[in-house]
């Protein structure tokens, strides 16, 4: 059952015309982060919302790396939870473990946002200590990414074009990806999600994040096929 609490949030996101979410969420779950991610194209997300910077680079992350709660999550359409970072080991996720160490997370509780058999995103919940959730919480988390499904589905409130419209300058987070991984697919002759592969294994490999690397690909600094840089033009002499 949800919380009053929980209830009055639900209402208020139904009813206001921004997007994002109360404040009052990170604390009732219990959580020190929050952060809303949409499947833009089958496995494919768009970090849409975080209640703060660690929750976007935990999101940064799980997308760079392509592994994590959330990409387990979306693919098993169920809950993912972590309680114990500490305890976790890199046998799961061995990227990303040793990867998020200077993020000040210890436990990690990632749900789908799906109705059905259709999954539209993931609601993903951070915490600096380790531990589960109670059983409140997790109905209220529950409540929510329930309210947040139906909202990005079109049933209710606000809709995704509003909540892109608060992002800066108007477009996705990750815009320069999507850009970038279809000319990579083009250039390459690949399917987007092999496109997307190899620009996540150059930025790993390369200890860079993966928005910079697709904006090197964009601006044709960077070519994938060989890993090197885009050669200039030569420039004209003047006779």
């Not at 779950?29 to 494919?44: C, N, P, T």
């Not at 976007?56 to 098993?76: I, N, Y």
């Not at 809709?159 to 990750?174: I, K, M």
Request: hydrophobic share 45%; aromatic share 4%; net charge negative.
């Amino acid at each position: 059952m949800l919380s009053p609490e929980m209830t009055r949030i639900l209402r208020a996101l139904h009813t206001d015309a921004g997007p994002g979410l109360d404040a009052a969420c990170v604390s009732l779950l219990g959580m020190d982060h929050l952060a809303v991610s949409l499947v833009v194209d089958g496995e494919i997300t768009e970090h849409l919302w975080s209640s703060g910077s660690v929750g976007a680079s935990f999101e940064d992350l799980q997308f760079t790396l392509g592994q994590g709660p959330g990409p387990d999550a979306l693919r098993a359409g169920q809950a993912t939870v972590e309680p114990d970072v500490a305890a976790l080991g890199t046998v799961r996720w061995p990227l990303l473990v040793p990867a998020m160490a200077h993020l000040p997370i210890e436990a990690m509780f990632c749900l789908p946002l799906a109705l059905g058999g259709i999954t539209v995103g993931v609601l993903t919940a951070l915490r600096a200590s380790p531990g589960p959730m109670s059983g409140q919480e997790m109905d209220d988390a529950l409540g929510l990414a329930a309210a947040l499904t139906l909202q990005f589905l079109g049933g209710a409130g606000t809709g995704f074009a509003t909540w892109v419209d608060a992002q800066p300058n108007g477009e996705l987070h990750r815009a320069v990806v999507h850009q970038a991984t279809g000319m990579l697919s083009v250039r390459l002759a690949l399917p987007l999600g092999e496109a997307l592969l190899r620009l996540r294994a150059y930025a790993y490999s390369h200890d860079r994040s993966i928005i910079e690397a697709a904006e090197d690909v964009v601006s044709r600094r960077l070519r994938l096929d060989n890993d090197r840089p885009e050669p200039e033009s030569p420039k004209e002499t003047k006779g």
